[in-house]
């Protein structure tokens, strides 16, 4: 069964470390999604790639976020330095989308890196 | 800005209770909707999804929805649900031509049936 592998599952740090989130996508899969899910904000799109392009980046916070594709395999997302306030859910999601595709939009998430930044 | 909202935040149900979760969207071009179910401690899954054609789709487990152009909506319906249903639900759209299409979520609605 193919599936989106996030790492790592859960992640407790102090505040002002640097975090590093992967995600290995589904292979074939051209577009890779990051998104954030907290109880107040639901789930927030942080950034997108197609073809491990960024296309989108509008919904993260550049002074601390970044994230990369650094070959079709592995998509991360760092935060540096890490505040409270980023302790949420981060979802990596996968899919075909485009041209060539019709469109498409069915994506398959990870299983989330909880990170909690005391 | 694009958006999706679903208007019921919190829904609670007793067992063999009928469905029905709005959702709205706000872009006017070709959209794909989607229903994604989150069961509690789990990633997000699909449940149904629309492309073209029969505005009513049939998911899994019962789901269906109905795409409305009209009324911008694709709401989602179960005739019967159980308490196995308690997961939070969220409506996607995406849009866009050609490559810059981006898949945006709603709020999500807690469902919560009761045994």
């Not at chain 1, 790639?49 to 002074?63: C, H, I, Q, T």
């Not at chain 2, 009513?56 to 694709?74: N, Q, R």
Request: hydrophobic share 35%; proline share 5%; charged share 20%.
């Amino acid at each position: 069964d193919a599936r989106v592998t996030q790492t790592p599952r859960h992640k407790v740090t102090e505040m002002g470390q640097e975090v590093t989130m992967r995600c290995q996508p589904i292979l074939g899969h051209n577009t890779v999604f990051w998104y954030r899910q907290t109880m107040m904000q639901g789930l927030e799109l942080l950034a997108y790639f197609r073809n491990r392009a960024p296309l989108d980046d509008s919904g993260m916070p550049k002074d601390r976020f970044s994230a990369e594709m650094p070959d079709a395999t592995l998509a991360t997302l760092k935060i540096q330095p890490s505040e409270p306030r980023d302790s949420a859910v981060y979802f990596c999601a996968s899919g075909r989308i485009g041209a060539g595709t019709g469109v498409g939009g069915e994506l398959f998430f990870g299983e989330g890196s909880r990170l909690t930044v005391l | 800005a694009q958006s999706v909202s679903q208007h019921n935040h919190h829904v609670i149900l007793s067992e063999a209770a009928s469905l029905e979760l709005g959702c709205n969207y706000s872009y006017g071009g070709t959209v794909n909707l989607f229903w994604y179910v989150q069961y509690p401690g789990q990633h997000l899954q699909l449940l149904l999804k629309y492309f073209s054609g029969d505005p009513l789709v049939k998911g899994i487990k019962g789901f269906e929805a109905e795409f409305i152009k009209s009324k911008f909506s694709f709401n989602l319906r179960k005739p019967s649900v159980q308490w196995s249903d308690t997961a939070e639900y969220f409506c996607a759209v995406i849009h866009g031509s050609g490559n810059t299409g981006k898949l945006i979520f709603g709020q999500g609605t807690t469902l919560q049936v009761k045994p």
